[in-house]
């Protein structure tokens, strides 16, 4: 059963653009993420936050920000778009810090 | 800093065949470390966790013990099925001070099952 929403399931857009993508929990978690997937399929952090804070990865590009709104919902906006942000974008939410994590079935951009 | 290594990129196995797949890990204290697998479309999701020495996980016939002492995490299933092709990665969650929260994950094993 699925309780992390990610919407739009699949993005393609041109370098230089600006996408933003949506992620809701109906879990009642705290803390919630985002992952990037590589064509390899490796996964990295890139933030998480948790009642209003935020940890940043010092490996993100500036372009790239969170946006939260409450608890129950981060997006994810990328202000100009490169050909390397090609991935899979993977929100996930934890009931708190270190705990199990849950993931959405992910956001899939090509950047042409 | 605190790492997880899969060893095998891939495994083909047949049905009723015994896996094993190795995971280490390098951390300090005592992580929580972590067994995901991922079909293809979807999310990872959780197959469990483990937080103390010799504690040990299970789901669905999938099994690992956690080991302080060798830093492993070897997930194991006696018999697999068609259905158990996936990717399935090993992740830890740092013991410490200000944890952020993060899972570091390796860099998954592709099991594929033939009937």
């Known amino acids: 059963e699925t309780a992390v929403f990610q919407t739009p399931n699949y993005h393609v857009t041109q370098v230089g653009n600006e996408v933003s993508f949506n992620c809701k929990q109906t879990l009642g978690h705290d803390t919630m993420y985002w992952y990037k997937q590589d064509s390899k399929k490796l996964l990295k952090i890139m933030f998480s936050?948790?009642?209003?804070?935020?940890?940043v990865n010092e490996t993100v590009p500036r372009r790239f920000s969170p946006q939260s709104s409450d608890k129950a919902h981060l997006n994810l906006r990328i202000k100009s778009v490169e050909p390397e942000d090609s991935a899979v974008y993977l929100c996930?939410?934890?009931?708190?810090?270190?705990?199990?994590?849950?993931f959405g079935p992910g956001t899939r951009l090509l950047v042409l | 800093g605190d790492s997880v290594t899969q060893t095998e990129g891939q495994v083909a196995l047949s049905e009723e065949d015994f896996l094993t797949i190795h995971c280490n890990y390098s951390a300090s204290g005592y992580p929580t470390l972590f067994w995901y697998v991922q079909y293809p479309g979807e999310g990872p999701q959780l197959l469990f966790r483990?937080?103390?020495?010799?504690e040990k996980g299970s789901s669905r016939g999938f099994e690992a013990t956690y080991d302080k002492g060798t830093t492993s995490f070897h997930l194991r299933k006696a018999s697999v099925q068609e259905s158990d092709s996936a990717v399935y990665y090993c992740a830890l969650s740092p013991y410490i001070t200000g944890n952020t929260g993060k899972l570091i994950f390796g860099l998954g094993t592709t099991l594929q099952v033939q009937p």
């Open positions: 483990a937080s103390r020495d010799k």
């Open positions: 996930a939410s934890s009931p708190d810090w270190g705990r199990s994590q849950y």
């Open positions: 936050y948790n009642n209003k804070q935020l940890i």
